[in-house]
């Protein structure tokens, strides 16, 4: 970053705290990684949004549209940006390992007829350039409306990024 100061530095200065790890309701598995490592490859599994404490932020959860407002929905959205940069820090140790947020797919939990995905998906890339500036934050992006999305999320995102 342009500024000198880490990801976490800029985290601290945002206020933002690195959200723990996924907490699966009961009963409920995954089998996948969250993070895949390949050289200066990092594929991100899809994340939804997440309480601090990494319990899923079940107040955010719905259709967009519907039962969940556009400023819902970039607040889910921004979420997840933070519990995925939590696993990143879980799984890489330090975030200035990042050199690039190459590509990013966010989807939306969309009732019929709602065509906001592009501002719900921007809390997520806010949030992600924030803490790791414009340079290492912009990626490339899709943003695309889902007719559901698992556990009734409203938002889940997915992303690849670039190692030094």
Same mark, same amino acid.
């Given at each position: 970053?342009?500024?000198?100061?880490?990801?976490?530095?800029? @985290?601290?200065?945002?206020?933002?705290?690195?959200? *723990? $790890? &996924?907490?699966?309701?009961?009963?409920?598995?995954?089998? +996948?990684? #969250?993070?895949?490592?390949?050289?200066?490859?990092?594929?991100?599994?899809?994340?939804?949004?997440?309480?601090?404490?990494?319990?899923?932020?079940?107040?955010?959860?719905?259709?967009?549209?519907?039962?969940?407002?556009?400023?819902?929905?970039?607040?889910?959205?921004?979420?997840?940006?933070?519990? @995925?940069?939590?696993?990143?820090?879980?799984?890489? *140790? $330090? &975030?200035?390992?990042?050199?690039?947020?190459?590509?990013? +797919?966010? #989807?939306?939990?969309?009732?019929?007829?709602?065509?906001?995905?592009?501002?719900?998906?921007?809390?997520?890339?806010?949030?992600?350039?924030?803490?790791?500036?414009?340079?290492?934050?912009?990626?490339?992006?899709?943003?695309?409306?889902?007719?559901?999305?698992?556990?009734?999320?409203?938002?889940?995102?997915?992303?690849?990024?670039?190692?030094?």
């Amino acid at each position: 970053m342009s500024d000198n100061k880490t990801p976490e530095q800029r @985290m601290q200065e945002l206020g933002y705290t690195i959200t *723990g $790890e &996924l907490q699966l309701p009961p009963g409920f598995e995954v089998l +996948l990684s #969250m993070v895949k490592v390949i050289d200066k490859r990092v594929i991100v599994s899809g994340h939804g949004a997440l309480n601090p404490d990494g319990t899923i932020a079940t107040h955010l959860m719905g259709q967009v549209g519907d039962s969940i407002s556009l400023e819902q929905a970039q607040e889910a959205a921004k979420l997840t940006a933070l519990a @995925m940069v939590g696993t990143l820090k879980r799984e890489l *140790g $330090e &975030l200035s390992s990042i050199k690039s947020w190459v590509k990013v +797919l966010g #989807m939306v939990n969309t009732a019929p007829g709602f065509n906001g995905q592009t501002p719900v998906i921007d809390g997520f890339s806010r949030t992600i350039i924030e803490i790791f500036g414009k340079e290492c934050g912009m990626a490339c992006r899709s943003a695309v409306g889902m007719a559901a999305l698992p556990m009734n999320l409203s938002v889940e995102v997915e992303a690849e990024l670039e190692l030094h």
